[in-house]
């Protein structure tokens, strides 16, 4: 799952910055260290070779070189070209989580609008949940690795209990070649409209349509993260972006060398902490690109996709099943003489709600008792009237 780092943030003090760079899973020390080290290495190769190895005009024709390059790196817009692909690259990440499957939407509509106690009432509201996660899973297999090594074939849904055999072979039936995703959707379709003029478990046209847009919602997403990947990024994008930050690093090498005849006035350094500042920052920022390339692979931020596939699945059936036609009974609120209550505010000078104090409390003032006198003329005032509502007992 994406790494969370909300906990590090939750309040903005002086170690808030300390905190976040503490971090190591998805963190940029992480994404650049074998990069940083080889390139450090490569910088010091080059400089023995330079300081110890060259003759003396072999140096002065390394210098005019790496003067040269040195001058001619701003023709690299590296600043531009990195910052328009991330751009392009985190709206596809956040169109990918926008759409990404949560089945809550769809679990509460079939079970509020799919009504009945029995066996085949609750068959029915399990299996539509099954039929739209089954779905999900068909779509999730050819876009996630991961998903692919959970179910490596379609045996190992009817294995996993997404799938029932008669199922499958139904599905075999379907001569289209392409992916199948859409079948499941279509049956909880067809389960729906069975379950209105059938076997009348959806008592109006409306509850129908009701349940029926939140399915055609959830495959509208499935069939949204089918098209990205079908049509990824044009591959020469990402050549161009990702080639064009290593080519600059590696005339780096040479153009951020310590040169013997620089004047004494010029302040440079054997170690060039500058451009390694600079690696970090771009090549970090490089990383993130490619970590938000392919949300659904397996870095550290990438989705976890198998969880998302166990959850929908327990949420769904929990909604349908153990919570179907069930809630608390209700009840009306008094204030209580010791402890009170948040919903018992009483107006200051200002006309604004104040919370109520152990002395309004303790004298039963109630706000609203005015508009209750109106509308109850003949309660004495010496017996207010009782506002908890009676539930009858079960």
Known sequence: MTVNYNQEVSSVNSFTFVKLLMTWRGSIWKSVRWELTMWILAFAVVQCFYRYLMTENQQRFFEYAAIHLNVRLVHIPLTFMLGFFVTIVVDRWRSVFTNIGFIENVALSVGTLVAGTDHAAKVLRRTIIRYLVLS????????????????????????????????LEKMYKCETMYNKYWLPTHWANQLVHKAMFETKNV???????????????????????????????????????????????????????????????????????MTILQFVFFVGWMKVAEALLNPLGEDDDDFECNWLIDRNMSTGIEIVDTCHDSCPPLKLEEPDDEKGTMYWCHPTKNGSQAPPTAVAISQHKNPFAKVLNMVHPTTPESSPPSYRLDVPKQ
């Not at 999900?136 to 997404?162: A, K, N, Y």
């Not at 972006?241 to 010029?266: D, G, K, W």
């Open 136 to 167: 999900q899973v068909l779509v999730l297999r050819d876009i996630s690795m991961r998903v692919r090594r959970r179910f490596p074939s379609m045996e190992s849904l009817v294995t996993e209990g997404f799938l029932y055999r008669d199922e």
């Open 203 to 273: 008592d109006s046209v409306q509850s129908m349509n009701s349940v029926l847009m939140n399915i055609k919602d959830f495959r509208q997403s499935m069939e949204m993260l089918t098209k990205y990947d079908w049509v990824p990024i044009p591959i020469a994008y990402p050549q161009v972006v990702f080639l064009a930050v290593r080519v600059y690093f590696i005339i780096c090498l040479i153009s951020r060398q310590y040169l013997l005849s620089a004047p004494p006035t010029e302040a440079q350094s054997i170690v060039p902490i």
